[in-house]
T-cell receptor, first 113, second 113 residues
Framework: DTGVSQNPRHKITKRGQNVTFRCDPI?????LYWYRQTLGQGPEFLTY????????KSRLLSDRFSAERPKGSFSTLEIQRTEQGDSAMYLC???????????FGQGTRLTVV | GESVGLHLPTLSVQEGDNSIINCAYS??????FIWYKQESGKGPQFIID?????DKRQGQRVTVLLNKTVKHLSLQIAATQPGDSAVYFC????????????FGQGTRLTINP
């Protein structure tokens, strides 16, 4: 499978715990994006990387959220001290250069209990 | 604020009929628009895109129309099939050359046999 891969697919965690998600973009795609989607809503932009540089962060990305893409390939999204309001689907997408067509992964569904 | 919305949350059509899904956007500076299809439990799937310097673009069984005067976007699906049943999102791109997409709430399309 050469698409965008996200792990884990599902995560259930207790409030206050830290969680980390991983995204492996399509090979050679230099741009990587994180979105969050709650039930019945469209995805909301969180942040994006060009290679290893994080170029844009949404106001939605509080200081409990951090994203990295250390080698310009895979990316991780960490949420510290999770809250119930963090429960959502976290989507990763990647694109090549200035091509704006982004390909989405299947997402990681987070449930905070 | 900036937002992209849809006129109808649900749409049902008979198999074989054509369907039209509408979208209103509010940011006149957006230069690029995309329609995505999202099936249950999956990430959004790119359908078709259109740049702001165009008013119509056709793909396979799909046509996107852009009316910048009234900030309206539509997706036409010809000869609908059961596999077209999904939630459809329009999205506008707010950063030229990147893909900071603002998604609408989505329209659930149901194809009746």
């Amino acid at each position: 499978d050469t698409g965008v891969s996200q792990n884990p697919r599902h995560k259930i965690t207790k409030r206050g715990q830290n969680v980390t998600f991983r995204c492996d973009p399509i090979s050679e795609h230099n741009r990587l994006y994180w979105y969050r989607q709650t039930l019945g809503q469209g995805p909301e932009f969180l942040t994006y990387f060009q290679n290893e540089a994080q170029l844009e962060k949404s106001r939605l990305l509080s200081d409990r959220f951090s994203a990295e893409r250390p080698k310009g390939s895979f990316s991780t999204l960490e949420i510290q001290r999770t809250e119930q309001g963090d429960s959502a689907m976290y989507l990763c997408a990647s694109s090549l250069g200035l091509t704006v067509e982004a390909f989405f992964g299947q997402g990681t569904r987070l449930t905070v209990v | 604020g900036e937002s992209v919305g849809l006129h109808l949350p649900t749409l049902s059509v008979q198999e074989g009929d054509n369907s039209i899904i509408n979208c209103a956007y509010s940011n006149s500076a957006s230069d690029y628009f995309i329609w995505y299809k999202q099936e249950s439990g999956k990430g959004p799937q790119f359908i078709i895109d259109i740049r702001s310097n165009m008013d119509k673009r056709q793909g396979q069984r799909v046509t996107v129309l852009l009316n910048k005067t009234v900030k309206h976007l539509s997706l036409q699906i010809a000869a609908t099939q059961p596999g077209d049943s999904a939630v459809y999102f329009c999205a506008e791109n707010l950063i030229q050359g990147a893909q900071k997409l603002v998604f609408g709430q989505g329209t659930r399309l149901t194809i009746n046999p």
